[in-house]
């Protein structure tokens, strides 16, 4: 499931943190699921258990997992709430730009406010 490549010029404990963050974001590590212990993925995939550990804590801080003492760490369910609110957000906007159109307000006019609210001139 995590996996790294040792040829790419990215950091291991990076590649660990992608995979982590990329994989609960497409479900597959569901809120909740416990990760591998810090030493038994290092083993498995052949690094430093300071390079697991390195991303682990990363991961902690960015608040994409949790530790509990004594039972390990712990998929949270931030990347499910995100992906909640960024669902949320494009039906709110579909709905607007339905409206919008349906009130006579042209394809033009729509790209125009995007690539202004885009470039960050309309806040």
């Known amino acids: 499931m995590l996996t790294v490549n040792f040829q790419s010029r990215t950091p291991v404990y990076q590649q660990l943190y992608d995979n ?19 030493r038994v993925l290092a083993t498995e995939l052949g690094i430093n258990p300071n390079t697991v550990s390195k991303a ?12 509990t ?12 709430q995100d992906e909640a609110e960024k669902i949320e ?25 995007i690539n202004q609210i885009m470039s960050g001139g309309d806040r």
């Open 56 to 67: 682990y804590k990363m991961l902690e801080a960015d608040g994409y997992i949790y530790s």
């Open 89 to 113: 957000a494009r039906q709110q906007l579909k709905q607007a730009l339905k409206k919008a159109y349906k009130n006579g307000v042209t394809k033009e006019e729509i790209e125009e406010m």
């Open 20 to 38: 982590v963050v990329r994989l609960a974001s497409m479900g597959v590590l569901k809120s909740h699921t416990k990760l591998p212990p810090v």
């Open 69 to 80: 003492v004594g039972r390990g760490s712990f998929v949270s369910d931030k990347l499910c």
